[in-house]
């Protein structure tokens, strides 16, 4: 699993949890449902420190508590 992979699992995995969609999570992080949206759709393969501390926020989580996660130990990052 690439890390672009285990993000977007783990986003949707939370999406899932809290029973919200990947448009809600948007508005409640404060970003366009484009970026979400190419971010979930591996458009997107980086996204930015800044992009995912506001989905986390969107969360209720912090940036360390998103990226803790089984799969994300697991990652081969893409050089």
């Known amino acids: 699993m690439t890390c672009s992979e285990a993000i977007i699992k783990r986003i949707r995995d939370l999406c899932n949890e809290r029973e919200i969609s990947i448009n809600k999570l948007a508005t409640i992080s404060g970003i366009t449902q484009s970026t979400l949206n190419n971010i979930i759709q591996g458009t997107n393969k980086s996204p930015g ?17 998103l990226l803790d996660f089984p799969e994300m130990n697991e990652t081969v990052f893409e050089e």
Not at 51 to 63: C, D, E, F, P, S
Request: net charge neutral; charged share 10%.
């Open 49 to 65: 420190l800044t992009t995912l501390y506001r989905i986390a926020t969107g969360l209720n989580m912090t940036v360390a508590e």
